[in-house]
């Protein structure tokens, strides 16, 4: 048996998060302490973003709420397919326990081998310097947030400014219209060596489309909207999609059974953020480095949109825990 128990926290994002979704301003989450019978310790974090297919915070809340103290094998427990974050927070603990991991590869933490995420719009201009500056070499931008013309002219100024060495990746939401995913896509293919993907150009409903322009254009298009679970990421594999898969481990379900369709299909895949703490962050990490030695970077260096002083940025599972302290 395991003694589980869960704390609530809550942080604000400064400033706060841009997306064709809408604005987000408080990131809600929970830590999961499970502890066996000789004391050992395995975290988890269920971190959940409804807008993208998974679970509402109050609904994960309420679902670990009614969990006894006491709980036997986590994956016994049957968790409610709907419930994704709280399968992945739950039984990466529980992982943690029965089936550590090797530490991970020196560096594999750090900016460099990481994609960092620039601020939306024309924010983006005056934004990129300092994240660079902080050794990121791979950097993504949201785009579908303004009008087209718009977004083209900064994207131009950006690959005027960027150093050679910096690699971008756009990010549409589904917010482009199947013309306007053409354009980038062809914009795109003129500078091949800078941008690495376009990530997520139409609606998860028109996949056929994006099958379609992945074949008429260079650059790669990823899914991500698309394989938000592994029920979906399954779907769109049996339907052909052979491209890349934008895959965020804290919404996806079990990071066994994801862990398994990404081996058994020999997934292209990168590894993605929900705006979670470094419990989560060091889950999708492993995962990320248990597939490849030489992963996609992950698009996991999302701590800059906190700030500084949120005790939640701390590096150590027990002072993410403390910090949450009554
Ligand atoms: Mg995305």
Known sequence: MYRVAFRAYRR???????????????????????????????????????WFGSESFQQAWAFCQQLPPLLPEIPSLAIPAPLTACQFGLETAWLALVDPDPPLPPGADRPAALCGLLPTGTAAL?????????????????IGVAPIAQEMAVFQELLAQFPP????????????????A???????????????????????AQLAEMFTLSQQFATP????????????????YQRGWRGIFVLKP???????????????????????????????RRAALR???????TPRPPGLGTGHWFDRADRLQAAEADQIWDALAE
Do not use: M
């Not at 987000?24 to 502890?35: K, S």
């Not at 060495?165 to 306007?180: F, I, K």
């Open 12 to 50: 604000l994002f400064s400033p706060p998060l841009q997306t064709c979704h809408g604005v987000w301003r408080v990131r809600e989450g929970i830590l999961v302490q499970l502890q066996d019978e000789s004391g050992r310790i395995g975290w988890g974090e269920i971190a959940p973003i409804p």
């Open 165 to 180: 060495d910096l690699t971008l990746r756009l990010d549409a939401n589904g917010g482009l219209s199947r013309d306007e």
């Open 221 to 236: 298009v990823a899914l991500d909207e698309s394989v938000a679970t592994v029920a979906q990421l399954e779907q769109c």
């Open 287 to 293: 995962l990320a480095y248990q597939l490849s030695p």
């Open 126 to 142: 005056t934004g990129w310097r300092g994240i660079y500056a902080q050794g990121y070499r791979t950097l993504k931008w949201k």
């Open 250 to 280: 804290a919404i996806a379900g079990s990071p066994r059974t994801l862990r398994q369709r990404c081996q058994d299909y020999g997934l292209d895949t990168v590894f993605s953020s929900v705006f979670e703490t470094a419990i989560a």
């Open 182 to 204: 053409a354009t980038w896509l062809r914009v795109c293919d003129r500078v091949p060596d800078r941008i690495e993907f376009l990530e997520q150009p139409l609606p998860p």
